[in-house]
């Protein structure tokens, strides 16, 4: 998640309303002792503590003072002011309450619009790279009970990793696709996590050059590393 995406948030994190997977990633910048992230937790801080300070202080005059005390014991006259205030009271306390569930709602369908939308723009990256016509399909996996699934290649336009019955992970891991050249270094191409049924899609802009000679899949810390920490769980060769 970029620090833009992560700025409409920070409300949502410090009244503990954010959804934990969002939460966990601005949990990582905040130890990682991010700067762009305390101080957008410190303007969050102060926006839902304004809440409570919605009117300025003021000395109360003598009869309001006096009029409070008496109204500790009111005489039955006063009733009917106190049921106003009492009402009132209730009211401004359910405007707010309102106020902060319209905006975790507002930014609950912000959140959906924008996992659309990245859903759409990988469709479309997706059949792009089909079209090529250097494109070549490679499936894996020899049970259901396995991973398995579908690697689609391009030397030109990337790489689309579909996988099946993937391995659960942990809340600071993620996959991470990697090509593997005749010779040389595995190239890092993208951070992926399965949905609870152990699926997901994949795709890559990284060129997979003719000489990649497979695609392997490990499991990396969240922010990814620049070579494998791990032995490979999935390889797939591409000869």
Not at 20 to 34: K, M, N
Not at 124 to 140: G, K, M, Y
Not at 167 to 179: Q, T, Y
């Amino acid at each position: 998640m970029s620090h833009p995406e992560m700025d409409e948030l920070y409300e949502l994190y410090v009244l503990n309303a954010l959804d934990r997977d969002d939460a966990f990633q601005i949990d990582a910048h905040l130890e990682d002792d991010c700067a762009h992230c305390q101080e957008g937790i410190r303007a969050a801080l102060q926006t839902t503590a304004a809440l409570s300070v919605l009117a300025d202080p003021a000395e109360p005059t003598k009869d309001l003072r006096r009029r409070t005390l008496s109204s500790i014991k009111p005489p039955a006259r006063s009733r009917p002011w106190l049921v106003a205030i009492a009402g009132l009271s209730a009211a401004c306390a359910a405007l707010v309450v309102f106020s902060l569930w319209s905006a975790t709602r507002m930014q609950q369908m912000r959140d959906q619009v924008s996992v659309l939308r990245g859903e759409r723009n990988e469709l479309r990256s997706a059949i792009e790279l089909l079209t090529r016509s250097d494109t070549r399909t490679v499936q894996f996996g020899q049970t259901e009970e396995t991973p398995h699934g579908r690697v689609l290649i391009s030397s030109t336009g990337g790489v689309v990793f579909v996988g099946m019955q993937l391995p659960a992970l942990d809340r600071d891991k993620r996959f991470e696709l990697w090509l593997i050249p005749a010779k040389g270094a595995p190239e890092p191409a993208g951070m992926f996590r399965p949905n609870t049924s152990g699926e997901s899609v994949h795709i890559s802009s990284v060129p997979a050059e003719r000489s990649t000679m497979a695609v392997a899949v490990t499991i990396e810390p969240w922010a990814g590393s620049p070579a494998p920490t791990t032995k490979p769980f999935l390889v797939v060769p591409l000869g």
